[in-house]
């Protein structure tokens, strides 16, 4: 989270607010007071030039400006690609370029997260839940906020999750478990006969805790979940508490794997091998499949004897052409793994029907697979 200042000229004086941006973004250079005497159009050319807003009035007002940026954002043409992969890259061209722009609209707090606009909600747990106390001002993107506040109800009525009969409770900044295919093949897997003799599980990247508290509720007598994001640990051992797992599951700071051997270890790493745009994206983007590679590199040594690995992951990497499936079959061949079998499932998210996505060609195809993984004799 860049943490800067933001400065600029109100009346004839120069000031300055703590510039705050989740994404990372510095603080914009060029800065115009803004209030309701702005046009939309005016908006819209100020910040598609990089000039920011910073608005001083009517906060319900700000958020309809701001649906007025994105009608006017979304209504660029999109230019034809030649392959997938050329449409990926101007898709997320054109993402960041949106988010640049509509981030162009800030709203301005007083210390303690307290809005100082007319009809402006009281955010102030949303916002310490999500970036802790706030001693003096500062200043974000209403588009940020906007986040926050979703974010936050999400994290307060929990996600239902009908494979674990519960729900969970995703935290700001920490994947949700909204796409269900991948918690149902761990649901649906046949659990290893040597867990009979050794009921332990290690879930690598827990985020939530989901897969984590599923492998418990399926009987696994402990289970060690580790991720190294500090608002993914905080948000997995809620969600082990919510559900009274303490006993069975331990939530453990790590990069990757803990110490010692288990007879099942599961994955599901980020699915797209590109450059996250915010630490947001972290759950998505996994930039030169670093994650995918290292959980398979130091899978066997962490494997007890018949033990096996489950790696969750889609091929839509693959259909966008930015992995391969011979890439995928050699990295697993080279950390001496063999394929012990695998269970596929279709998304059912709604871009996977949607034909108006620049990317649906892909995602009409894409399969998420549970690969059984284990270690190849004398490894």
């Not at 994404?23 to 819209?44: E, H």
Request: charged letters at 25%.
């Amino acid at each position: 989270m860049t943490d800067s200042r933001l400065v600029f000229t109100e009346g004839d004086a120069e000031k300055s607010l703590r510039w705050q941006s989740e994404a990372g973004l510095p603080p914009p250079k060029r800065v115009v007071v803004a209030d309701d005497t702005l046009s939309a159009d005016s908006a819209f050319r100020l910040a598609s030039e990089g000039t920011a807003l910073l608005w001083r009035s009517d906060f319900q007002n700000a958020r309809q400006l701001l649906q007025a940026l994105v009608r006017r954002v979304d209504r660029k043409p999109r230019k034809p690609a030649a392959t997938l992969r050329d449409a990926f890259n101007q898709h997320r061209l054109a993402q960041s370029q949106r988010a640049r722009t509509l981030g162009m609209l800030l709203i301005p707090f007083d210390a303690g997260h307290v809005i100082p606009l007319r009809r402006a909600p009281d955010v102030v747990e949303a916002c310490t839940q999500a970036h802790g106390e706030a001693r003096e001002g500062y200043v974000c993107s209403l588009r940020e906020l906007l986040g926050v506040i979703s974010a936050y109800e999400w994290r307060r009525n929990g996600v239902e999750v009908p494979a674990l009969e519960a729900r969970i409770h995703p935290h700001y900044g920490v994947f949700s478990p909204v796409r269900g295919e991948y918690v149902d093949l761990i649901a649906k897997a046949p659990l290893p006969a040597v867990l009979k003799k050794a009921s332990r599980a290690f879930d690598i990247g827990t985020g939530t805790g989901v897969l984590a508290a599923l492998l418990a509720k399926r009987g696994v007598a402990k289970v060690v979940a580790t991720d190294q994001d500090e608002r993914a640990l905080a948000c997995a051992r809620d969600n082990v508490a919510r559900l009274g797992l303490e006993s069975q599951i331990d939530v453990r700071a790590a990069d990757l794997f803990p110490d010692g051997r288990a007879p099942l270890i599961v994955c599901n790493p980020p699915w797209l091998p590109a450059r996250p745009a915010s630490p947001l994206e972290h759950a998505v983007y996994d930039p030169d499949s670093r994650m995918l590679r290292g959980f398979l590199s130091g899978l066997a040594a962490h494997l007890g004897p018949d033990g096996e690995g489950w790696l969750i992951l889609s091929d839509f990497a693959e259909h966008l052409g930015l992995r391969t499936a011979d890439e995928l079959q050699r990295w697993i061949d080279d950390a001496g793994l063999k394929v012990l079998g695998h269970l596929d499932a279709r998304p059912r998210h709604p871009k996977a029907s949607d034909e108006s996505d620049p990317l649906h060609a892909a995602r009409s195809q894409e399969v998420t697979r549970l690969w059984r993984l284990g270690a190849k004799e004398g490894v």
